[in-house]
Antibody, heavy 118, light 110 residues
C-alpha cells in the first residue's frame, strides 16, 4: 500500500526538542521531493520545510529557520524533522507529504501531533 | 499571499459551488505552466490533492470538480455538490518560496 506514516509527536516543554519521522512505503521514496506541512488546532495549512531527492537541498519557512532541520534516509525510506528550541506557536499537527511535481502534494500522512506547553 | 473567498459556503446538494483564490503575484512560470494547486481536507482527515497546475484533476477526482484561471486569479468549481464534498478547500501556490496556502474555504451542505 502506498502510504506515509508519521511518528514522534508528543508533549514537550518550551525550549525542548523533538524528532519527527515519516515512514514511506509502497513507492520509490528516493524519487520524490518530500515536505512537512503543519496545522495548528482549528487553523489552516502552513508549509514548514521541503527536501530534494538526495537530501542535499533543503528549504524552510522563516518561522522555523535555524530551529528545525529536515533530512531523509533513502535507504530506510524515512523522512525526518528535527525540531529544536520549540515554542508554544509550534503546537500543531505535523504532516509529511510527497511531491508529484512543482509542489503539488499528492500523498499525505495522517499527521503527528506536537504540543509545546509547560 | 493567497486570498480565498468566500470563507465559507453552504450549498444545497446538486447545486454548483465556486471558490475564488487570488495570488499577490503571478504564478505563471517561464516554462508556460502555472503552478496553482487545490486541496480538500475532509473533516477529520488529511488534505488530499484535487487539482494541480490550475486545471488538471488528480487521479480519482470526480469530473464535477474543475479548476480555471490564469496569472493571479483562479477558481475552483463544483458543478453539482454532493454530501461527500464537505470540508475545507485550500489553494496553494507552487511557484514561489515560501510555499503558501490560502486561508481555506469551508463548504457545508444545507
Amino acid at each position: 500500500e502506498v502510504q506515509l506514516v508519521e511518528s514522534g509527536g508528543g508533549l514537550v516543554q518550551p525550549g525542548g526538542s523533538l524528532r519527527l519521522s515519516c515512514a514511506a512505503s509502497g513507492f520509490t521514496f528516493s524519487s520524490h521531493w518530500m515536505y512537512w506541512v503543519r496545522q495548528a488546532p482549528g487553523k489552516g495549512l502552513v508549509w514548514v520545510s521541503r527536501i530534494n531527492l538526495d537530501g542535499t537541498g533543503t528549504t524552510y519557512a522563516d518561522s522555523v529557520k535555524g530551529r528545525f532541520t529536515i533530512s531523509r534516509d533513502n535507504a530506510k525510506n524515512t523522512l525526518y524533522l528535527q525540531m529544536n528550541s520549540l515554542r508554544a506557536e509550534d503546537t500543531a499537527l505535523y504532516y509529511c507529504a510527497r511531491d508529484r511535481n512543482w509542489n503539488a502534494l499528492d500523498l499525505w500522512g495522517q499527521g503527528t501531533l506536537v504540543t509545546v506547553s509547560s | 499571499v493567497m486570498t480565498q473567498t468566500p470563507l465559507s459556503l453552504s450549498v444545497t446538494p446538486g447545486q454548483p459551488a465556486s471558490i475564488s483564490c487570488k495570488s499577490s503575484q503571478s504564478l505563471l512560470h517561464s516554462d508556460g505552466n502555472t503552478y496553482l494547486h487545490w486541496y480538500l481536507q475532509k473533516p477529520g482527515q488529511s488534505p488530499q490533492l484535487l487539482i494541480y497546475e490550475v486545471s488538471s484533476r488528480f487521479s480519482g477526482v470526480p469530473d464535477r470538480f474543475s479548476g480555471s484561471g490564469s496569472g493571479t486569479d483562479f477558481t475552483l468549481k463544483i458543478s453539482r455538490v454532493e454530501a461527500e464534498d464537505v470540508g475545507v478547500y485550500y489553494c496553494m501556490e507552487g511557484l514561489h518560496l515560501p510555499l503558501t496556502f490560502g486561508g481555506g474555504t469551508k463548504v457545508e451542505i444545507k
